[in-house]
């Protein structure tokens, strides 16, 4: 029975080991929120990671968690990419958070689903990139996992959205986004060194 | 000679030892010598030629045809230079003709320099049909004036040309022009070697050659022994100054002929086909040879010049624009295979052709060894031009900016690395609240606003008459049903509908 498990885990790289094989993470981002940072495993965002952000339709602030990341890497002169976002990247609110625009490079939706991936991948894999952040058109598990040993080898992050329920994405670190009263509502699915689930609400000034 | 003390100040030592002393004066390395070489023929290379046929090139001179150059078949039939067409046709019936092209002949003779950059780096064009290089530091090299002469005679053999030498480019030239093929090294022997040269020869405009003759002065030699002022005064100040110049009393100066750089090589395919896998392996042999050509020009290219023979007459170009010059073939090549990815060939590939048209100097990436961020910016601007290549150009860019109070008008899409940061704008900015995204057109929710809840007051946006694009909105924070925050305005210039435009994402 014992031999039979550990052939399956060996094989299968999509099954998730959880806190068995976890080895605590060296470094970790802020995320610029309090609440959030006592929640996640590493005490802030991983890097060089992928990060999968599930929400049911777009604009309910998802890309406000991740604003003032973005802006603290564009004044490090690190470069952003924004690859396949459903609506136009509005200059004036981006220089409002604080982003460099000069370093913030979109990548228009494209007709190949494979080339959202195989650009993604090209961009994390980059030493001058430290962010990509994907709007994923269909979650599909081995594209998750190509990208998330393209992030661990650039030590990039790579955030992506889509609004598609996944089964068996391998991505590390699984966030729920919800619209609430008060803000946003995070419900960490999946965050490798945690058993825990843990549900955050963040009050998000849009 | 006192005159000459007076402004001794603007020579520098050496010069003015060698002005003041001319009799000590050897062949130093320093002292000019001009080779000359004139093709006489050049104009009549022309490649629709008939071979063994009298043939002559012809030049329109007031209304009519004269022959400018003829083969030597015409020649030996009575036709010379200078002769109307229709005389030329009443010596020789079968006569050939051709309109002369001087585009062609500057294009032959450039040609020509690139094998007379072999001998030295100082080469100037004498239009039409003679090159004129400076041979004095060569002759080390060479092994002395005889052997460098052999050299280039060895050089030239499908020309009939004339080559002598002299220390002024003006007296090489003169004597090449006229086939008298010497080698005069000593400036002091010129007037007397140059002398016998008759004036109608020497490229002086047919006007002044003609108040010449009929002065009863008929070659240089005639005009040598006339007073200088008297020269001057009648003839103007130029003529004597191109004998000045012919003599070595006034410096004779000619600027230098630089080659633009070029480079074009092509490669037959084995096995017809059109295979990306074997068009790369073909590609790659060509890139390297165009890398080691840039190397040895110390050069590199933002442009690269692909075609894919599909037989003699159909090609499939594939030209390869790059936002920053290199010279790896290894990147090009990385490149040409994204391209090659999305390109369909509507036949097989027999032959592949790279051109080089334009070469731009080599600048060495700034490299530092503690200092990462110049070689990450290398890469990442190689790593923007491959995924330009291969998902298109348009589809990779940045935004900016613009200072304009219409939302859909307050940014662009700008080209990489050249976003505008406009600190008036930003400030200005600074005191809106504007949706993360923008939806490029604003989408009418009829039926959805009245689930919306508004959670801000209006805001009044309005105006642009100058532009004809004059718009009345108040735009509103709203939550929809299923919790999105969106920025949706009305329209009080048209039709008082309701839009969304935004989304606070």
Same mark, same amino acid.
């Given at each position: 029975?014992?031999?039979?498990?550990?052939?399956?885990?060996?094989?299968?790289?999509?099954?998730?080991?959880?806190?068995?094989?976890?080895?605590?993470?060296?470094?970790?981002?802020?995320?610029?929120?309090?609440?959030?940072?006592?929640?996640?495993?590493?005490?802030?965002?991983?890097?060089?990671?992928?990060?999968?952000?599930?929400?049911?339709?777009?604009?309910?602030?998802?890309?406000?968690?991740?604003?003032?990341?973005?802006?603290?890497?564009?004044?490090?002169?690190?470069?952003?990419?924004?690859?396949?976002?459903?609506?136009?990247?509005?200059?004036?609110?981006?220089?409002?958070?604080?982003?460099?625009?000069?370093?913030?490079?979109?990548?228009?939706?494209?007709?190949?689903?494979?080339?959202?991936?195989?650009?993604?991948?090209?961009?994390?894999?980059?030493?001058?990139?430290?962010?990509?952040?994907?709007?994923?058109?269909?979650?599909?598990?081995?594209?998750?996992?190509?990208?998330?040993?393209?992030?661990?080898?650039?030590?990039?992050?790579?955030?992506?959205?889509?609004?598609?329920?996944?089964?068996?994405?391998?991505?590390?670190?699984?966030?729920?986004?919800?619209?609430?009263?008060?803000?946003?509502?995070?419900?960490?699915?999946?965050?490798?060194?945690?058993?825990?689930?843990?549900?955050?609400?963040?009050?998000?000034?849009? | 000679?006192?005159?000459?003390?007076?402004?001794?100040?603007?020579?520098?030592?050496?010069?003015?030892?060698?002005?003041?002393?001319?009799?000590?004066?050897?062949?130093?390395?320093?002292?000019?010598?001009?080779?000359?070489?004139?093709?006489?023929?050049?104009?009549?290379?022309?490649?629709?030629?008939?071979?063994?046929?009298?043939?002559?090139?012809?030049?329109?001179?007031?209304?009519?045809?004269?022959?400018?150059?003829?083969?030597?078949?015409?020649?030996?039939?009575?036709?010379?230079?200078?002769?109307?067409?229709?005389?030329?046709?009443?010596?020789?019936?079968? *006569?050939?003709?051709?309109?002369?092209?001087?585009? $062609?002949?500057?294009?032959? #003779? /450039?040609? %020509?320099? !690139?094998?007379? =950059?072999?001998?030295?780096?100082?080469?100037?064009?004498?239009?039409?049909?003679?090159?004129?290089?400076?041979?004095?530091?060569?002759?080390?090299?060479?092994?002395?004036?005889?052997?460098?002469?052999?050299?280039?005679?060895?050089?030239?053999?499908?020309?009939?040309?004339?080559?002598?030498?002299?220390?002024?480019?003006?007296?090489?030239?003169?004597?090449?022009?006229?086939?008298?093929?010497?080698?005069?090294?000593?400036?002091?022997?010129?007037?007397?070697?140059?002398?016998?040269?008759?004036?109608?020869?020497?490229?002086?405009?047919?006007?002044?050659?003609?108040?010449?003759?009929?002065?009863?002065?008929?070659?240089?030699?005639?005009?040598?022994? *006339?007073?200088?002022?008297?020269?001057?005064?009648? $003839?103007?100040?130029?003529? #004597? /100054?191109? %004998?000045? !110049?012919?003599? =070595?009393?006034?410096?004779?100066?000619?600027?230098?002929?630089?080659?633009?750089?070029?480079?074009?090589?092509?490669?037959?395919?084995?096995?017809?086909?059109?295979?990306?896998?074997?068009?790369?392996?073909?590609?790659?042999?060509?890139?390297?040879?165009?890398?080691?050509?840039?190397?040895?020009?110390?050069?590199?290219?933002?442009?690269?010049?692909?075609?894919?023979?599909?037989?003699?007459?159909?090609?499939?170009?594939?030209?390869?624009?790059?936002?920053?010059?290199?010279?790896?073939?290894?990147?090009?090549?990385?490149?040409?295979?994204?391209?090659?990815?999305?390109?369909?060939?509507?036949?097989?590939?027999?032959?592949?052709?790279?051109?080089?048209?334009?070469?731009?100097?080599?600048?060495?990436?700034?490299?530092?060894?503690?200092?990462?961020?110049?070689?990450?910016?290398?890469?990442?601007?190689?790593?923007?031009?491959?995924?330009?290549?291969?998902?298109?150009?348009?589809?990779?860019?940045?935004?900016?900016?613009?200072?304009?109070?219409?939302?859909?008008?307050?940014?662009?899409?700008?080209?990489?690395?050249?976003?505008?940061?406009?600190?008036?704008?930003?400030?200005?900015?600074?005191?809106?609240?504007?949706?993360?995204?923008?939806?490029?057109?604003?989408?009418?929710?009829?039926?959805?606003?009245?689930?919306?809840?508004?959670?801000?007051?209006?805001?009044?946006?309005?105006?642009?008459?100058?532009?004809?694009?004059?718009?009345?909105?108040?735009?509103?924070?709203?939550?929809?049903?299923?919790?999105?925050?969106?920025?949706?305005?009305?329209?009080?210039?048209?039709?008082?509908?309701?839009?969304?435009?935004?989304?606070?994402?």
């Amino acid at each position: 029975m014992n031999q039979s498990l550990d052939a399956l885990i060996r094989s299968n790289p999509l099954l998730w080991q959880g806190a068995s094989r976890f080895e605590p993470h060296d470094e970790s981002i802020s995320s610029g929120f309090e609440e959030l940072d006592a929640v996640l495993p590493d005490g802030g965002w991983p890097t060089g990671t992928v990060i999968e952000i599930m929400v049911d339709n777009w604009g309910i602030g998802e890309l406000q968690l991740w604003l003032s990341l973005m802006a603290r890497f564009s004044q490090q002169d690190k470069w952003l990419t924004m690859i396949a976002p459903p609506y136009v990247p509005y200059a004036p609110a981006l220089i409002n958070a604080g982003i460099q625009l000069d370093r913030l490079l979109i990548i228009d939706a494209m007709v190949n689903a494979q080339d959202i991936w195989w650009s993604a991948d090209k961009i994390l894999r980059a030493q001058a990139s430290a962010m990509v952040l994907v709007w994923l058109p269909k979650p599909d598990p081995r594209g998750i996992r190509r990208l998330q040993l393209a992030a661990s080898a650039g030590n990039s992050l790579g955030v992506f959205f889509h609004r598609q329920p996944c089964t068996g994405s391998p991505a590390p670190l699984r966030l729920q986004l919800r619209a609430c009263e008060q803000g946003l509502d995070i419900d960490i699915i999946k965050a490798r060194g945690s058993w825990q689930r843990h549900t955050v609400t963040l009050n998000i000034q849009t | 000679m006192n005159a000459n003390l007076n402004i001794a100040p603007k020579f520098t030592p050496a010069e003015f030892e060698s002005y003041v002393e001319p009799a000590a004066e050897n062949l130093s390395t320093t002292e000019h010598i001009w080779l000359c070489i004139c093709f006489p023929e050049l104009a009549l290379q022309i490649p629709a030629r008939e071979q063994g046929m009298p043939f002559a090139v012809i030049e329109q001179q007031k209304n009519r045809h004269v022959i400018y150059a003829a083969c030597n078949i015409a020649q030996s039939q009575g036709i010379t230079p200078g002769m109307p067409l229709n005389a030329a046709y009443a010596l020789c019936r079968n *006569l050939r003709v051709c309109m002369r092209d001087a585009t $062609f002949e500057r294009k032959k #003779l /450039e040609q %020509l320099t !690139r094998q007379a =950059a072999h001998f030295t780096p100082s080469i100037a064009l004498q239009e039409p049909d003679a090159l004129l290089m400076e041979v004095s530091s060569s002759l080390k090299l060479f092994g002395g004036m005889e052997k460098l002469q052999n050299h280039v005679r060895d050089t030239f053999p499908e020309y009939d040309f004339s080559l002598s030498v002299a220390p002024t480019p003006t007296a090489a030239w003169l004597l090449a022009h006229n086939g008298l093929e010497k080698t005069i090294i000593d400036k002091a022997s010129l007037k007397s070697v140059l002398g016998e040269i008759a004036l109608i020869d020497t490229g002086l405009s047919m006007k002044l050659v003609e108040g010449l003759s009929k002065s009863g002065l008929y070659t240089l030699r005639d005009l040598w022994r *006339l007073p200088r002022d008297g020269l001057a005064r009648r $003839f103007g100040v130029s003529l #004597l /100054e191109f %004998l000045d !110049r012919a003599c =070595a009393i006034q410096p004779d100066l000619r600027r230098v002929f630089i080659p633009g750089v070029r480079f074009k090589v092509e490669l037959e395919l084995l096995v017809h086909s059109d295979s990306a896998h074997l068009l790369l392996i073909a590609l790659g042999k060509l890139l390297e040879q165009a890398e080691e050509f840039l190397r040895s020009h110390d050069a590199m290219t933002d442009t690269l010049n692909i075609e894919l023979w599909h037989d003699h007459s159909t090609h499939t170009p594939l030209p390869i624009r790059l936002q920053k010059a290199a010279r790896q073939a290894e990147h090009f090549l990385s490149i040409i295979t994204e391209r090659l990815d999305h390109l369909t060939l509507p036949h097989t590939v027999e032959r592949v052709t790279l051109r080089i048209d334009q070469v731009l100097p080599y600048a060495e990436p700034h490299a530092d060894l503690f200092d990462k961020r110049e070689s990450d910016k290398q890469d990442w601007q190689q790593l923007t031009e491959l995924i330009k290549a291969r998902i298109g150009n348009e589809k990779i860019y940045c935004v900016q900016t613009i200072a304009d109070h219409r939302p859909e008008r307050a940014w662009q899409y700008c080209s990489i690395g050249k976003t505008h940061n406009n600190s008036n704008t930003q400030t200005w900015i600074k005191t809106l609240h504007r949706p993360t995204g923008l939806l490029s057109q604003a989408q009418p929710i009829a039926a959805d606003r009245k689930k919306l809840k508004f959670i801000t007051n209006a805001e009044r946006i309005e105006g642009g008459w100058w532009d004809d694009n004059d718009v009345c909105r108040d735009y509103y924070v709203a939550v929809s049903a299923k919790g999105s925050r969106w920025w949706v305005y009305r329209d009080l210039k048209q039709d008082n509908r309701w839009y969304l435009h935004g989304l606070f994402t």
